[in-house]
């Protein structure tokens, strides 16, 4: 069965810096899209960035702050978090899409990670 592995999270001070990585435990066909989400507690999970292809799209929260890529050969995503602000903490959670065709008809599936834990504090 397929599971996101995460890694990269934990204490920072505000106006560091933190890279993310993402990666399907066994190896995915077909990937589409790669994202990441974070939750903070008591709120509602949020877009932080998402890239297909080449082409990644930012939350206007971190828009300009953070980055996402990705490594094709190894099907990794990665989230370069920089100038970290305490609203910045939450978990943060990996998404993976992937096309798939079963039965003769083009599906789509969603696979996440369990979130790593970020927090910006002095």
């Known amino acids: 069965q397929v599971q996101l592995v995460e890694s990269g999270g934990g204490l920072v001070q505000p106006g560091g810096s933190l890279r993310l990585s993402c990666a399907p435990s066994?190896?995915?066909?077909?990937?589409?899209?790669m994202a990441w989400y974070r939750q903070a507690s008591g709120n509602e999970r949020e877009l932080v960035a998402a890239i297909t292809g080449t082409a990644g799209r930012y939350g206007d929260s971190v828009e300009g702050r953070f980055t996402i890529s990705r490594d094709s050969a190894k099907n990794t995503v990665y989230l370069q978090m920089n100038s970290l602000k305490p609203e910045d903490t939450a978990v943060y959670y990996c998404?993976?899409?992937?096309?798939?065709?079963?039965?003769?008809?083009?599906?789509?599936?969603?696979?996440w990670g369990q979130g790593t834990q970020v927090t910006v504090s002095s």
């Open positions: 066994i190896s995915v066909p077909n990937i589409s899209t």
């Open positions: 998404k993976v899409v992937a096309l798939r065709f079963t039965f003769g008809r083009l599906d789509r599936r969603e696979y």
